[in-house]
């Protein structure tokens, strides 16, 4: 079993949509999630962080967080074609962080 | 600016080639890392700094060789690569060990011939 699953997609979305992202992770004792964005050849970007249940807003970006289920969520709402990039998921685990393969975002204008 | 960087920015070597790949951060951070990211595989942390002592290194192959120096540059030494070592290989930092890594590098793509 991965450590953490993420479609790789790529994830197609007109202008203006809500383009949801979804990771799933396997440690429950984890306590600390992270968002990167990577554009095509050029580094990751953190660009969320969430440590508690429920929603985390920050502008366009939401977080969201089901312990429970293991899952993890980031929403994008008014998507723009300068969004599309790769997001990577990350938890704090094994003593280190630990990364999905990311999804692939495409945004159309 | 991304506040980390990386020299150099491609890297084609022979399997026989030395070869050093250099980071340089000006954040103050206390923490640096270097990863490996491998088409289609997640992000692999190789080894950890901080405060210029090496506090993790991740079942990493002895051909792979980091040095911090002082708490703004860490160097990767290469020797006797293989194929598949081809990859981006990315340094990051963080204030301090505790923390997710906050500022990546635009990493070196090195090619194995």
């Known amino acids: 079993q991965k450590e953490v699953e993420q479609n790789s997609g790529p994830l197609s979305v007109p202008e203006g949509a809500i383009a949801s992202l979804n990771c799933t992770y396997s440690?429950?004792?984890?306590?600390?999630f992270f968002w990167y964005r990577q554009y095509s050849g050029k580094s990751p970007e953190l660009i969320m962080s969430?440590?508690?249940?429920g929603d985390k807003e920050d502008g366009r970006f939401t977080a969201q967080l089901n312990k429970a289920s293991q899952y993890v969520s980031l929403l994008i709402r008014d998507s723009q074609p300068s969004d599309s990039a790769t997001y990577l998921c990350?938890?704090?685990?094994?003593?280190?962080?630990?990364f999905g393969t990311g999804t692939r975002l495409l945004v159309s204008p | 600016e991304t506040g980390v960087t990386q020299t150099p920015r491609h890297l084609v070597m022979g399997m026989t080639n030395k070869k050093s790949l250099k980071c340089e951060q000006h954040?103050?951070?206390?923490?640096m890392y270097w990863y490996k990211q491998s088409a289609k595989k997640p992000l692999e942390l190789m080894f950890v700094?901080?405060?210029?002592?090496?506090?993790e290194n991740n079942s990493v192959p002895s051909r792979f060789s980091p040095e911090c120096p002082n708490s703004s540059h860490l160097f990767l030494h290469l020797h006797t690569l293989q194929p598949e070592d081809s990859a981006l290989y990315l340094c990051?930092?963080?204030?301090?060990?505790?923390?997710?890594?906050?500022?990546f590098g635009d990493g070196t793509r090195l090619s194995i011939l």
């Open positions: 990051a930092s963080s204030q301090d060990r505790g923390w997710q890594p906050q500022h």
């Open positions: 440690d429950r004792g984890s306590q600390s």
């Open positions: 969430i440590y508690s249940n």
């Open positions: 990350a938890f704090e685990g094994f003593q280190k962080l630990v």
């Open positions: 954040l103050g951070h206390n923490a």
């Open positions: 700094y901080s405060l210029e002592e090496r506090v």
